[in-house]
């Protein structure tokens, strides 16, 4: 295990920086100017746009890519643009306003997930134990005893779909979740081709 352990670690030094102050992982993207971070069919004004899909994608992609038990930061290398402080500030927010839109809507999901769990528990509970208790009673008539089958079935086939969003899909929203967490809370800074 200590050997796997150390594969990844060492794969991981050969792809990503760590900043020597933190020890959080930099993810490092080269651009031309600041509105190459955002969509190119986006018209909207530069505080409202949304960000590049090959951006987010490399973004999402890197962010599985390091473990989640470490911090990262976002440096932007731009080289054709001269600094500018509150350009920098506003694609900062608009980076996190991007991924907390998207944290806030897999929380909903998650919940409501949770919500519709418990609700199939439920019947799936009350139609096994009605099939139990009503299965003696109806045993001689074929119709009732159909009916009963149907609730048997329909039970387990409800404590199914419970157990594995339990056991796979949650795993996929939270794994979503902690990925947007980590850029809501992420230092972004930029450096510059004459830095």
Same mark, same amino acid.
């Given at each position: 295990m200590a050997l796997k352990k150390s594969k990844r670690e060492d794969y991981l030094k050969k792809i990503y920086e760590r900043n020597p102050d933190t020890g959080n992982y930099i993810i490092e993207v080269s651009l031309n100017k600041y509105t190459d971070i955002f969509n190119d069919w986006d018209n909207a004004p530069f505080q409202k746009r949304d960000l590049d899909p090959d951006l987010d994608f490399f973004l999402r992609s890197c962010s599985y890519d390091i473990p989640f038990k470490h911090d990262i930061e976002i440096c932007f290398y731009i080289s054709n643009e001269v600094r500018n402080e509150e350009a920098e500030r506003l694609i900062a927010l608009k980076l996190k306003n991007y991924y907390s839109f998207y944290l806030r809507g897999e929380i909903r999901v998650l919940r409501q997930s949770y919500r519709r769990v418990a609700l199939y528990a439920f019947i799936s509970f009350s139609l096994l134990f009605l099939a $139990?208790? &009503? =299965?003696?009673?109806? =045993?001689? @008539?074929?119709? &009732? @005893?159909?009916? $009963?089958?149907?609730?048997?079935?329909g039970g387990w086939v409800l404590l199914w779909e419970a157990i594995s969003f339990l056991i796979s899909k949650r795993k996929d929203i939270i794994n979503d979740i902690n990925v947007f967490e980590r850029y809501v809370h992420c230092d972004v800074y930029f450096k510059y081709s004459k830095d």
């Amino acid at each position: 295990m200590a050997l796997k352990k150390s594969k990844r670690e060492d794969y991981l030094k050969k792809i990503y920086e760590r900043n020597p102050d933190t020890g959080n992982y930099i993810i490092e993207v080269s651009l031309n100017k600041y509105t190459d971070i955002f969509n190119d069919w986006d018209n909207a004004p530069f505080q409202k746009r949304d960000l590049d899909p090959d951006l987010d994608f490399f973004l999402r992609s890197c962010s599985y890519d390091i473990p989640f038990k470490h911090d990262i930061e976002i440096c932007f290398y731009i080289s054709n643009e001269v600094r500018n402080e509150e350009a920098e500030r506003l694609i900062a927010l608009k980076l996190k306003n991007y991924y907390s839109f998207y944290l806030r809507g897999e929380i909903r999901v998650l919940r409501q997930s949770y919500r519709r769990v418990a609700l199939y528990a439920f019947i799936s509970f009350s139609l096994l134990f009605l099939a $139990l208790v &009503l =299965e003696k009673q109806f =045993e001689s @008539n074929i119709f &009732l @005893n159909t009916a $009963l089958q149907g609730f048997n079935i329909g039970g387990w086939v409800l404590l199914w779909e419970a157990i594995s969003f339990l056991i796979s899909k949650r795993k996929d929203i939270i794994n979503d979740i902690n990925v947007f967490e980590r850029y809501v809370h992420c230092d972004v800074y930029f450096k510059y081709s004459k830095d």
